[in-house]
């Protein structure tokens, strides 16, 4: 009904309920707004041209959902086998099927990680065990344990793999630090693709000597060494071109503005701290990577079976139908002066599957025709000046951390993706995604130039070099929550520097005695709709 003029309202009566008009708009409401053409674009501001190009087609693609989540490892083996056995016929290795392999015999082969976790959790244990309300998981929970227990396979079996024989000293030069280290059971997880060279004892158990990864594709980055080493200052806002990225404004009922405030002014290019001033007229482009509203706490228990449940859950829907009004508000008037891409999170009422599809445009109902607002999936993939950004709202590292022991470092996790040629590794197993059956669009066919991950505890980045691939490097970035840190990460196109803004705490009345007549506007409204709160 928010979208009808007057009019439609009144054909709406005239009619005596839903009208063809009205039926008409909820059924183009059902569309998700993003770019209906992923040509590229060149867009403007203050007279600086940017090439914008969205590349994600590949996780827009709709899957018919009774498929078997098997094909999916199929299909994701299929896609990285060839490129490891280049890698192993390199070093005179010729793999075989897991079929083949015998006991007592020297072989190597390629094949599916799956790990059985004793630790993981069960859908099944839970409804044979749980009380009619069971605490949720925690995020930071680890389910990795000392009796976890290593398969590899492939089409034609599997076989259990020991790699108490594995050491550091035995892996090859294309391995980067983070990976270049002695490998345990704990560090890998289900659904990486890995070619190994081993023994078999007489109990058919394989003794991993080797790992081989997945070749790297071949890199048309214009970012190198060479690219990043520019003159150009950091400090030297009037010469930069910047790229905002922000993630987790966990926006609900509570929310302090204040600092929300600051990001606004800062975004439309009238900031309250002066001397952002010229950093601020030289943004491009704003990414907003997920988990926009926040989550409700209703959902840490679990009411199923409840005579509550339809209780709670008619809450839950008018509460994030509030959040979502403040979310509109918020966006729209980021909007105005800036391109914004928003992407979903797994507090975001869209898909909880990966890959996540753009919110719908209904949510967006004041920015309904601005074009500069676009609703992208997660994760999101696309291009500025030819310089290539994949990036997430940050389940897939998160899942990594979960269900591996591979590093406590985030930067760590997401620079091992890239050399795994896969950056959602755990998607089926432990992450939600769709049944893919004939590609998994989570393989890396092209390296990243900036690869980003939201919501993270605190910002963290790392320059990466690929030295096999003619100096090419990557920019990882981990941008924080910004209900937890009020800060927003800022990258420079012209020379890949990156940096982190942390707004201080001001007075309200600091605030009053900057705002424009848009934020008498916003300030006027806020205080209206705390007023109407504390009536009630």
Same mark, same amino acid.
């Given at each position: ?5 007057w ?6 009566e005239?009619e ?7 039926l %008409?708009?909820?059924t183009?409401?059902m569309h998700?707004?993003?770019?209906e ?5 060149v ?5 600086? %041209?940017v090439?914008?190009?969205n590349?994600s087609?590949?996780f827009?693609k709709r899957?018919?959902?009774?498929n078997?989540?098997a094909?999916?490892?199929f299909c994701?083996?299929?896609?990285l086998?060839g ?16 079929i083949e392999v015998?006991p007592n015999?020297s ?5 599916? /990680?799956y790990?059985?976790m ?7 244990k839970?409804l044979?065990a749980?009380?009619p %309300?069971v605490?949720?998981e925690?995020?930071?929970?680890n389910? #990795?344990?000392?009796?976890d227990?290593v398969y590899?396979?492939d089409?034609t079996g ?7 024989s594995?050491?550091?000293g ?5 391995f980067?630090s983070c990976?270049?280290k002695k490998?345990?059971s704990?560090d ?9 060279e081993g023994?078999?004892d007489?109990?058919g158990?394989f003794r991993v ?13 214009i970012?190198t060494n060479?690219? #990043?080493n520019r003159?150009s200052?950091l400090?030297?806002?009037s010469?930069?071109?910047? /790229?905002v990225?922000?993630?987790?404004l966990e926006l609900?009922e509570t929310?302090?503005?204040l600092p929300?405030?600051?990001?606004q002014?800062?975004v439309i290019?009238?900031?309250?701290l002066?001397h952002?001033a ?6 491009v482009r704003? /990414?907003i ?8 706490p ?8 409840s005579?509550k449940?339809m ?5 839950? @829907?008018a509460d994030t139908?509030?959040?979502l009004?403040r979310?509109d508000?918020y966006?729209?008037?980021?909007a ?6 928003v992407m979903?999170g797994?507090?975001?009422p ?6 996540? %599809?753009p ?7 004041? @920015? ?5 607002l676009t609703a992208?999936t997660?994760p999101?993939e696309f291009?500025?000046n030819?310089i290539?950004?994949?990036g997430t709202?940050?389940q897939?590292v998160e ?9 406590a470092?985030?930067?760590?996790v997401?620079?091992?993706s890239l050399?795994?040629?896969h950056?959602?590794?755990?998607a ?12 998994d669009?989570?393989?890396?066919h092209e390296?990243p130039? /900036? ?6 505890n605190?910002f963290?980045t790392?320059l990466v ?12 970035i981990c941008i ?9 990460v #800022?990258?420079?196109l012209?020379?890949m ?6 707004l ?9 005695a900057?705002?424009?007549p ?5 300030r006027?409204?806020?205080?209206k ?5 504390e009536?009630?």
């Amino acid at each position: 009904s928010t979208q009808s003029t007057w009019e439609d309202r009144m054909e709406i009566e005239r009619e005596g309920g839903l009208s063809k008009l009205l039926l %008409q708009k909820l059924t183009e409401s059902m569309h998700p707004m993003h770019s209906e053409s992923y040509a590229e674009v060149v867009e403007e501001r203050e007279g600086l %041209q940017v090439k914008y190009e969205n590349t994600s087609e590949r996780f827009m693609k709709r899957v018919d959902r009774p498929n078997q989540y098997a094909n999916l490892y199929f299909c994701r083996l299929n896609q990285l086998r060839g490129d490891i056995e280049s890698v192993m016929a390199n070093r005179g290795k010729s793999p075989i099927r897991i079929i083949e392999v015998r006991p007592n015999m020297s072989a190597a082969i390629i094949g599916t /990680v799956y790990k059985d976790m004793k630790l993981k959790p069960s859908i099944l244990k839970k409804l044979a065990a749980e009380a009619p %309300q069971v605490p949720k998981e925690k995020a930071d929970e680890n389910f #990795v344990s000392e009796d976890d227990v290593v398969y590899i396979e492939d089409q034609t079996g599997r076989i259990k793999a020991d790699f108490s024989s594995y050491s550091a000293g035995t892996t090859h030069d294309d391995f980067p630090s983070c990976l270049n280290k002695k490998i345990s059971s704990s560090d890998i997880c289900t659904g990486q693709i890995i070619g190994m060279e081993g023994n078999t004892d007489e109990t058919g158990v394989f003794r991993v000597n080797r790992i081989f990864l997945p070749s790297l594709p071949p890199s048309k980055s214009i970012v190198t060494n060479q690219y #990043v080493n520019r003159s150009s200052s950091l400090r030297d806002f009037s010469k930069g071109i910047f /790229v905002v990225f922000v993630s987790g404004l966990e926006l609900n009922e509570t929310t302090n503005m204040l600092p929300y405030v600051l990001f606004q002014q800062f975004v439309i290019g009238n900031p309250t701290l002066p001397h952002l001033a010229q950093l601020s007229e030289r943004v491009v482009r704003v /990414v907003i990577a997920g988990n926009s509203i926040a989550e409700h706490p209703d959902l840490k228990v679990s009411l199923l079976g409840s005579y509550k449940m339809m209780e709670v859950y008619n809450k839950m @829907a008018a509460d994030t139908s509030k959040w979502l009004e403040r979310l509109d508000d918020y966006v729209s008037s980021l909007a105005k002066t800036i391109p914004i891409d928003v992407m979903p999170g797994p507090t975001d009422p869209t898909d909880a599957f990966l890959p996540q %599809q753009p919110l719908n445009k209904i949510y967006f109902s004041k @920015a309904y025709n601005n074009k500069n607002l676009t609703a992208v999936t997660n994760p999101y993939e696309f291009r500025l000046n030819g310089i290539r950004f994949l990036g997430t709202a940050g389940q897939n590292v998160e899942d990594l951390m979960k269900y591996s022991n591979f590093s406590a470092n985030e930067l760590d996790v997401m620079e091992a993706s890239l050399y795994w040629r896969h950056i959602a590794p755990t998607a089926p197993d432990t992450l939600k995604c769709e049944p893919y059956r004939d590609e998994d669009p989570f393989v890396l066919h092209e390296l990243p130039d /900036v690869y980003f991950v939201g919501n993270a505890n605190k910002f963290s980045t790392k320059l990466v070099t690929f030295s096999n691939l003619r100096d090419t490097v990557g920019r990882l970035i981990c941008i924080p929550k910004f209900a937890d840190t009020q800060s927003f990460v #800022v990258l420079n196109l012209l020379n890949m520097d990156v940096f982190e803004v942390s707004l201080p705490s001001v007075s309200y009345t600091h605030l009053r005695a900057h705002e424009t007549p848009e934020h008498l506007v916003c300030r006027l409204l806020l205080e209206k709709k705390n007023i109407s709160l504390e009536q009630e």
